[in-house]
Structure formats: C-alpha cells, structure tokens
C-alpha cells in the first residue's frame, strides 16, 4: 500500500461522478470508490431543472441527455380532493425534463477514462494518515488519499467521520416508480402534480412511451400502517389504494398501476437539519462532502440531484484552482504548500455551497409541509392564494447558475 492516490472519490452516484467528470475535464485524474458492483440508478427518473442543465452543459454530458428527453412545457397544480386545476405555470425560458437515472448517469460515467471507477469497493472507516487519509473498505484492504470527497449519500461515511449529524426523519415518505407504454402514453409533456390531505402524487412523461410517477405521504402515526419500504407490491398497492380513493384522474392511476414492480421504491424521507449545516464541517483538511452526503433533503423542489451536479462543478472548480501549478522549491515543502492550497480550495467550495444548500433544503421542507398538509385552513391558503406562489418556488430555485467549470 506504498502508492497514495491523489484525489478519491468516495461513491459513484450523480454527485460523485460529477465531480470525477469535473477534474478530468480540468485535467485531474481521480479515483471513485463504488459500493456496488456496478452503476446504480436507484429511483429510475428525477427532474432535472435549468440549473442542473447548466452544470450537465459545463461537464459536456447535456445534449447526449436532452435528445432523449422531453422538454417539459408547464407545472400543473391540482387538487386531489376535486380534481379540479389549481394552477399552472409555463416553463417559459426554464428547462425542465425529466431524466431516466441511467442514462444519467451512464452519460457521467461514459465521459470518465477506463479504470476511474473501482466497483465493489465499500468505504467502511477512514482515519488520518499524516497529511493524507487511510481509507478501510469492507474487504479488508486499505488505500491512502491525499484529498478525500464524500459523494456516499445519505448514510454518508465521510460525513460522518466529519462530525455530522444523521439526517433526519422528516415525518414524510415517499415511494416512486416507473412505467413504460410501448404505444405511447399520449400525456402533454407537463410536470402534474395533485396535492392531498396528508400526500402529494406526480406523473411527468420522460419521452413519449415512458412516465415516472411519485407520490409522498406523510404518516399519521398509528392510525395508518406504513408499507414495508423493501415490499415494492406492498408499496404499489398502498399507493393505489391512496390515489383511487382521491379524485386523482383514472388516467394517473392507471400510469401507477401499469408500472412494473421492479421499478417501484420507498423511502423514508430524510434531510440535513439546517443547523447541523451551518454549523457542521462540510470540509475539514483535506476532506469534504457533497450531494446528499452533504445536504439531504425532502423532494418537494425536486433539488437533491440538481443541486449534487452543482456541487460538483464547483467542487471541480475550487479543487483545479487549487491544485493549478505546484510551486517551486523542496519536495517537503511543495507537498506542504500543495495541502495548504487544498484545504483553501475546499474552504471556497463550502463558502459557496453552503448558503445554496441552507436555502435548498429550508425551502423544500417547507414546500412539503404547505403542500402536503391536511389542515383544513393551509388546504385553503395553498389552494385559493398561494397555489401560483408555490409553484414558482420551483422556478426560484432552478434559477441558480453555479458557472462553467
Ligand atoms: C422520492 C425522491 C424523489 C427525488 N426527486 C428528485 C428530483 O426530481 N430531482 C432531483 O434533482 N433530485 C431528486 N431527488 C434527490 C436525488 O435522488 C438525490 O439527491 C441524489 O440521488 C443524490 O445523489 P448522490 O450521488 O449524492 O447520492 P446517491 O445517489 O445515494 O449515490 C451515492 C453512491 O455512493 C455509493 N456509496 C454509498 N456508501 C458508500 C461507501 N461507504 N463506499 C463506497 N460507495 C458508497 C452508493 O452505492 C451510491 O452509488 C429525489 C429523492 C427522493 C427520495
């Protein structure tokens, strides 16, 4: 274990392979340590809003996704309870699709060169090694690093090892799946949303033949069994028995229904307390998380994965200035020199991520909790006055440009 590798990445998800392709673009090689013994695409489609396009375009995978992809053309609200339209906002100059995960993340992982990504290799513990970090995955082995980037999610190691907290549960679940039409689905490529007493559901088309539904519910303690969240026929029937009892439209449930149960997840919801993120270590030394390892939070801005894209343009950014020229002088000293650059390039990445992700994940908790309440008078406050204000938050929020690489 005499080799020490420059920069490892620690997960192959979008926020990791993002920032793989991000340094290779710049130049830098990486390493990505990946858990499973291939790809993952857990989830099967996310909204992919103008922001993460903008980051997708600065890592050179954009169009290859757009040419697949429907271009949304308006978020329409809805009343589950009468079916009638609350609002409707068109996506104007904004882009919006809706993404398969894999070929998301096929498109990173196809612009990274052969070797980048080690599969089956799941970090289990890390501990300080001088100026670099000793990492221990689970089949005994150890590798050192001088810089270490925490792209694990939710049950982030690194971030853990950082000192953060666990996310927390936020009182809310959510199960997704998705469903393929071979003749076509013939739905306007609208992003449809229909808000309930207690849950929200969505359908948005992908291309023509293909749809990804959610629906988030949040539990009500002991009046209600909660799905076993592994039980994908469990889950599926849960939510059918949900949206048939609403006046969500035939047509919806039988999108749901149609799906394929190995498209079909659940999760609880969780999300970084706000605290513990301004006032955590998003980076220490040579260290730093990003994606969900860094912010979790509720889906109700459709945010996570834009946001993780973001952090890795940025973090790319940050870690290429840094890094840029080695200085002259003793090696002792360079190497000295160099951590010091790092740890200044990860103190810029936190200053300019660390307010975007405060605000992301306040504002989608909030998002949920107006547009999934059961209470009588914030059912009629959302539906009669803030339905239009609502919507546009999704706007607000897709409106950020995190720059070219
Ligand atoms: C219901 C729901 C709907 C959502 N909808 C949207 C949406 O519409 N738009 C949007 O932008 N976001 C959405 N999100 C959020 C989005 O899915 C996440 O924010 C995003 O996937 C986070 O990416 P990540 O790479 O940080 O984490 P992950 O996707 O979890 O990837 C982490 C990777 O690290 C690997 N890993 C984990 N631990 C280790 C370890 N110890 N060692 C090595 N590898 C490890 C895992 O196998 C995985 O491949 C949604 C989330 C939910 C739950």
Redesign the pocket.
């Known amino acids: 274990m005499d080799h020490t590798e420059e920069i490892v990445i620690?997960?192959?998800?979008?926020?990791?392979?993002a920032v793989a392709v991000g340094l290779h673009r710049k130049g830098l090689r990486s390493l990505v340590?990946?858990?499973?013994d291939t790809?993952?695409a857990?989830?099967f489609?996310?909204?992919?809003?103008t922001n993460?396009w903008r980051a997708l375009d600065a890592l050179g995978v954009g169009d290859s996704l757009r040419r697949h992809h429907l271009r949304l053309q308006a978020v329409v609200m809805s009343s589950a309870s009468s079916a009638s339209l609350v609002t409707k906002l068109p996506a104007k100059e904004h882009e919006v699709r809706?993404v398969r995960?894999n070929l998301l993340v096929e498109a990173l992982a196809g612009e990274l060169p052969h070797g980048t990504i080690r599969y089956s290799?799941?970090?289990?513990a890390m501990e300080d090694s001088g100026e670099s970090k000793l990492l221990h995955?689970?089949d005994g082995s150890t590798l050192k690093a001088k810089v270490v980037v925490g792209?694990?999610?939710?049950?982030?190691?690194?971030s853990k090892w950082l000192g953060l907290k666990p996310p927390t549960f936020s009182g809310r679940h959510?199960?997704?799946g998705f469903t393929v039409l071979p003749d076509g689905h013939g739905m306007k490529p609208e992003f449809m949303q229909y808000n309930g007493e207690g849950f929200r559901a969505g359908v948005l088309p992908c291309d023509e033949k293909s749809l990804y539904w959610?629906f988030?519910w949040t539990s009500n303690g002991e009046k209600e069994t909660i799905p076993d969240h592994h039980d994908a026929l469990m889950v599926k029937e849960f939510v059918l028995g949900k949206v048939k009892a609403s006046e969500i439209p035939e047509q919806v449930v039988e999108i749901i229904d149609k799906s394929e149960l190995s498209s079909v997840?659940s999760?609880p919801?969780r999300y970084r307390s706000p605290l513990n993120l301004l006032s955590g270590n998003i980076c220490k030394g040579n260290t730093c998380v990003?994606?969900?390892?860094?912010h979790?939070?509720t889906?109700d801005l459709?945010?996570?994965?834009?946001?993780?894209?973001e952090d890795g343009v940025v973090l790319a950014r940050c870690l290429a200035d840094a890094l840029c020229g080695g200085g002259n002088g003793e090696e002792e000293h360079r190497n000295r020199n160099r951590n010091r650059r790092v740890e200044a390039g990860l103190k810029d990445y936190e200053k300019a991520r660390k307010w975007r992700a405060f605000r992301l994940v306040v504002g989608s908790y909030a998002l949920g909790f107006v547009q999934e309440s059961g209470n009588w008078f914030l059912r009629l406050v959302r539906e009669r006055i803030l339905a239009g204000f609502l919507v546009e938050r999704l706007f607000v929020a897709a409106s950020f440009d995190c720059g070219k690489l």
């Open positions: 620690v997960g192959a998800g979008l926020a990791g392979l340590l990946e858990s499973s790809l993952r857990a989830g489609a996310l909204t992919v809003w993460a809706c995960r290799s799941k970090v289990v995955l689970a792209c694990d999610g939710i049950n982030s190691a690194v959510a199960a997704r959610f988030t997840a999760a919801l990003t994606g969900d390892a860094f979790p939070m889906p459709g945010q996570g994965g834009c946001s993780a894209l």
